[in-house]
Structures are given as C-alpha cells and as structure tokens.
C-alpha cells in the first residue's frame, strides 16, 4: 500500500502521541491544536480533474523556526492558529526537509533549485561578507518565472550576497524591499557589521527620505498586504516574503528598551552583539513565534480580500532548524547540523482551486523539490545548462501519481547526510558512520551501522558519488 494511502501514517501518528507525552512530562497543557489538526487530516490525495489557471505564488520563510514550533506540529506551548488554519486548508508535511542547515545555503537551494555545493556563493554556511554571492548569471526561480510572464518580488531577509556585486534586483526579482545580511535588530535595522541594513531596490532607505525604525516584523507585514493586494490585472506573480522572524536578537514588538541596550553594544563596536547570547527566554520565543503566526495571518487575510486566494498557492516552510529555544522534539540536533533537527522543517501548502484541504502527507521533501514544483506548474522551463537537482511534485500533488524512490543529499562542513525511503546515512562532526531507520527512530539513537553493513555501504556510495560533482570546500 503506498504510504500517503495509509489510514494515518507512523510518522503523524507519533507526531501526535510524541507532543502529547513531551506536554505530560512537563506538566504543560497537551497540544490540542495538533490533535485538532490530526483528527482532521487524512492520508494526501490529488484531485486531478480540477482545472485553473497558473497560479499566482506567495512562498512565505520563517527564519529558524524549529519543526515543532507550531501548535499544529506538536509545540505544547506556542499557539500558532493562523498556520494551523492555512495547514487545515491544505497539505501538511510531515518529513519535509530544507535543502541546508543554516540560512543563505538553503536559500540557494530554492532560488536555484540545486544543491548549495553547486555554486561558490552556496559553500559559505551562512555568506558573512561581501566575498561571495548568488552570481547574477544564474537562472533562477524568479528569473525562470519573470521570462514565463510573472511579476516577481522578495520582501525580508536576502542572505545571498551583498551589493554591489549581488542582489534580488539583479537575479530576476523585479521589486525588492528587506535587508541583505543574515541577521539585523528589529528597531534599528543595524546588521552584524553595525550598517543600517534596509533597502528598497538596490537603494539604502536611510539614503532615503526617511528610516522605517518601526518593529521589522511589521514593516514586513505591512509591505507584503500591498503586494497581494495590488492590482495585478492578469499577471500572476511570485512573492517571496522571507521574514527574520524568530532569528535572533530575541526582540519582541514593544521591546525597545532590549532594543537600544543591543543598539548600544553595537555602536561601541561590541562584536556579537546581535547575537544576544546573553538574552531571550522560551517565553520571549514563543512570543516572537506567535508575532510570526499574527503577521502571516495579516497577509492571508489581505489575499483573501484581494479576491485571489483560491488562484494563489501558499507554502509555508522554515529556512532550516530551530535555534537556542526551539522546540523541536522529538527530533536530535538544531540549526547547523544534519540530524534531523537541523533539516526537518514544517512545511505548509495550500491552493483551493487545485487541492484539497485537511490532508497531510509524510512524503519526503525537500527544498529543491520546491523549486522544480513551482517552475512546472508556472509553465516554465529551467534551464538545460544548469540542471534542477530536485524532483518537481507537481504530477504527485494534482495527478496523484507515485513518488519514486529516490535520495534526498546534504552536505555542511564535517558533516554528511543522505535519505532514502525511511532509512538515513549520517556522519558527523566525529567522522563515524551511522545508519537509522527513520520510520521508528526519528530521534536518530539507534545506530543501525553494524547491523545493516551493505545497506550503509549502499547509501555511503550514493553520498559520495553526488559529492563528486560539486565544489569542494575552501580551506578554513
């Protein structure tokens, strides 16, 4: 039997039973969203007679956003009933990846729709300086997009070079509006360097008229509702709304005293002072967790009143792993690693005119996948030089068919991984080679290694026979 034909699939059920027991364990309320949601859900089926036009694209990003950070994922404490609404009205994955561990390289991932290893800019993990880039030279989703007629945008973070030599402007997005850096103070806007970091276009907006010193959360959330509701007439369009939320600094809205203490640090030249490692709690976490799930829902509901909401398809997922207060259980690892912790992210999709809601699908995905979905359903063509390391799911998600096995690859400095079916080849910063079965063991404790040496031989070949080809790592 195929596995999205189950009834309810090992891994939603012991999403299920696992946040249910993690809430018992700390006396914390159960997770009632998530059974909500759960109770709802039935195995994915396309709904391949439907018909519609080419749809207009509105792919959001968390920033860090761990896999159980929503209620609809498991989380006992953060409430997220906006994305568990947009979940309820679509497609939920439960074993879906981002194409890296860390910010810009995941990013590459999806704009180009290849492995990070593949280009120079994609081997820094994250881009800290002006030393490398997304090269304007490379198709990507936008510019395939914007050549098959589409209006393109980014609004938030880029993380993919800095000017003058990289930017959304030059890579096929028509409009941009966010920062460049990998991080930036919520107030402030000052990046990692101490620069105000807000641009509009390729144009500094304190070169500007005016700063936008408001919380960055909103001043996103703000330009997004315009977008979606700007009269497009018939051009459909992509926007990429890559929030910040909730990377560090750990600033809620309203937190301007925290706010002009991290600004202080930073203009006496304390290094790491965006970092704030020495603030945040779960519960300013989870209040920025929750500001992300408020603002996603200011943007939904202005699609909605737009009038283009059953033609638009949604995706919600994170750039990769939780970070610090994350909550990601059951999973091992966070942000930086290739344990599932690290990779494993929730992932949203919903597009009424071509499929149905209340589903949840434990196929699994990952990032680049995304990429050569979203060109074929768009109708447009990659380019043939610069071959889609993903698989397009389009014939899965509106035809139904069968998803065939295959191997899903990452790779970071000292560390390796790869998937295929339930079963993971990983090696770590300690050089071991370890084998787990993911469909019992999410949490990656039981080593498989020596009793299943072929089957680690097999899926060790596959990861380096995909590691020749790309770019090796610059000496640290």
């Known amino acids: 039997?195929?596995?999205?034909?189950?009834?309810?699939?090992?891994?939603?059920?012991?999403?299920?039973?696992?946040?249910?027991?993690?809430?018992?364990?700390?006396?914390?309320?159960?997770?009632?969203?998530?059974?909500?949601?759960?109770?709802?859900?039935?195995?994915?089926?396309?709904?391949?007679?439907?018909?519609?036009?080419?749809?207009?694209?509105?792919?959001?990003?968390?920033?860090?956003?761990?896999?159980?950070?929503?209620?609809?994922?498991?989380?006992?404490?953060?409430?997220?009933?906006?994305?568990?609404?947009?979940?309820?009205?679509?497609?939920?994955?439960?074993?879906?990846?981002?194409?890296?561990?860390?910010?810009?390289?995941?990013?590459?991932?999806?704009?180009?729709?290849?492995?990070?290893?593949r280009t120079e800019g994609g081997l820094a993990e994250p881009i800290a300086d002006k030393s490398a880039g997304l090269e304007p030279t490379h198709p990507t989703l936008a510019s395939l997009l914007r050549d098959a007629g589409y209006a393109t945008a980014l609004i938030g973070k880029w993380h993919c070079g800095y000017l003058p030599d990289y930017s959304p402007t030059k890579s096929g997005w028509d409009e941009f509006f966010g920062n460049f850096g990998g991080a930036l103070e919520y107030y402030s806007k000052l990046g990692l360097g101490g620069e105000y970091d807000l641009y509009e276009g390729d144009v500094r907006e304190g070169d500007a008229e005016y700063k936008d010193l408001r919380y960055y959360t909103r001043v996103l959330t703000e330009r997004a509702s315009e977008y979606v509701r700007r009269d497009h007439g018939d051009t459909p369009w992509l926007l990429n709304l890559n929030f910040t939320t909730p990377h560090w600094p750990w600033i809620a809205d309203g937190d301007e005293e925290e706010s002009a203490e991290i600004v202080r640090r930073i203009k006496a030249g304390q290094k790491g002072a965006l970092w704030h490692q020495d603030g945040g709690s779960v519960e300013k976490y989870t209040e920025m967790v929750q500001d992300l799930d408020r603002s996603i829902g200011d943007v939904l509901r202005a699609l909605r009143k737009s009038g283009q909401e059953r033609d638009t398809l949604v995706f919600f997922a994170s750039d990769n792993g939780g970070e610090r207060f994350s909550y990601n259980w059951p999973l091992s690892g966070n942000k930086g690693s290739l344990k599932e912790g690290g990779i494993r992210v929730p992932t949203i999709v919903r597009w009424p005119a071509r499929i149905d809601g209340g589903q949840v699908s434990d196929e699994p995905v990952y990032t680049p996948d995304w990429t050569a979905t979203l060109l074929e359903i768009a109708g447009a063509r990659p380019n043939t030089a610069y071959p889609l390391d993903g698989t397009s799911l389009a014939p899965y998600l509106l035809k139904g068919e069968e998803i065939a096995e295959r191997e899903l690859f990452w790779r970071v400095r000292g560390e390796r991984a790869l998937r295929r079916g339930d079963w993971k080849y990983y090696r770590g910063k300690g050089g071991a080679d370890q084998l787990f079965n993911l469909a019992g063991d999410r949490r990656e404790q039981a080593d498989l290694a020596r009793a299943e040496p072929e089957r680690l031989a097999g899926l060790k070949s596959a990861w380096e026979k995909v590691d020749k080809g790309l770019l090796p790592y610059p000496a640290a």
């Open 1 to 117: 039997m195929p596995r999205h034909e189950s009834k309810l699939s090992r891994r939603a059920f012991g999403g299920v039973v696992g946040a249910s027991a993690a809430a018992a364990a700390v006396g914390l309320p159960a997770a009632d969203a998530q059974a909500q949601v759960a109770d709802r859900e039935r195995p994915f089926r396309a709904a391949p007679h439907r018909r519609s036009k080419r749809p207009n694209i509105l792919f959001i990003l968390g920033d860090d956003l761990g896999w159980a950070d929503l209620s609809s994922y498991g989380s006992p404490h953060i409430k997220t009933p906006n994305l568990d609404r947009l979940a309820r009205q679509g497609v939920r994955f439960t074993d879906a990846y981002s194409g890296s561990a860390t910010c810009s390289p995941t990013r590459f991932s999806l704009y180009t729709g290849r492995f990070p290893g």
